[in-house]
């Protein structure tokens, strides 16, 4: 089997030589192949061609209700097998459909926004269930990315953090102090673990925390965005990042702390 990084040597007059395999036909002979794609991150209308190629081509396919609903269009259901997922059971469904699949079975995995953020706790799994190179990563458009194009905050000029992680967020959080103090913008996905309100930390306690550790949060502004390009729903919230304490935000969220300084191509000679 092939590996994506793999070269095949190629003998020319000067000798041997390393020449790279084309992608396209690696990744068209592998044995029960996964797309791993980007969704959303609220509206279809941020679906990508490629995307949509992965999920026609697919005979399974799997994700949580808010995925699949952003992928409806596109989804044939008579004759593709669709698994909609919950954290509990996705463990489960994962194996169960990689058991189940053919050789040159195809299987499509929805993910929010951008596969690659604030999702490797399960790519990695799927990683390891269908084995590296075996699987496909469709990038998508993240919801930080939509966050920043609203606040005209550039990713270039941010820290971009996410605390939407199970894992110890102690350091991160020592992250966001360093970050504002240096002057940098910050763009970040906040924790709502409703299992176990202690571990949350919502903009209200980012709001408090900030302010305990020296921050002057009355200067300091920010946008709270809720439900991003789900036109309906969408909501921005503006203001200083001590207006935060003690307000709700929806767990689908975005934060913004906008400390940009613009400078244009004038101010380089
Ligand atoms: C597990 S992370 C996934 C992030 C995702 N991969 C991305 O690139 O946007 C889930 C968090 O992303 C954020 N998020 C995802 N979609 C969003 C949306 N439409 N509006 C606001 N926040 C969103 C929320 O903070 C949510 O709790």
């Known amino acids: 089997m092939y590996s994506i990084n793999r070269v095949q040597h190629e003998h ?55 995925t699949l609903i952003i992928i409806e269009s596109v989804i044939d259901k008579s004759r593709q097998h669709i698994s909609e997922i919950t954290m509990d059971n996705q463990e489960k469904a994962y194996n169960d459909t990689y058991n189940k699949m053919a050789e040159s079975d195809y299987c ?59 894992g110890d967020i102690e350091e991160k959080k020592l992250e966001l102090v360093n970050a504002i103090i240096k002057g940098k913008s910050v763009i970040l996905l906040p924790r709502p673990w409703p299992r176990d309100p202690k571990r949350n930390f919502m903009q209200s306690d980012i709001a408090i925390f900030l302010r305990k550790n020296g921050v002057d949060t009355s200067n300091l502004n920010v946008c709270v965005f809720e439900h991003l390009t789900q036109d309906d729903k969408e909501t921005v919230f503006k203001g200083k990042v001590s207006n935060l304490e003690g307000k709700y935000f929806d767990p689908l969220s975005v934060m913004v702390i906008d400390q940009v300084k613009r400078k244009t191509y004038l101010q380089f000679p």
């Not at 036909?25 to 959303?40: A, D, T």
């Not at 458009?141 to 992680?165: C, E, F, R």
């Open 108 to 166: 499509t995995v929805t993910f929010t926004g951008d596969v690659n953020f604030s999702e490797s706790e399960v790519v990695d799994r799927l990683l390891e269930i269908f084995g590296d190179d075996n699987v496909e990563i469709v990038p998508g458009i993240s919801s930080i990315q939509i966050a920043a194009a609203k606040s005209k905050v550039p990713l270039d000029k941010a820290s971009i953090i996410t605390y939407h992680v199970s």
């Open 12 to 66: 020319t007059k000067e000798g041997a030589k390393f020449k790279t395999l084309n992608t396209y036909h690696l990744y068209h002979n592998l044995p029960k192949k996964l797309f791993v794609i980007g969704v959303g991150p609220g509206s279809p209308k941020y679906l990508t061609d490629a995307a949509k190629d992965a999920i026609r081509k697919s005979r399974y396919i799997i994700g949580y209700k808010y």
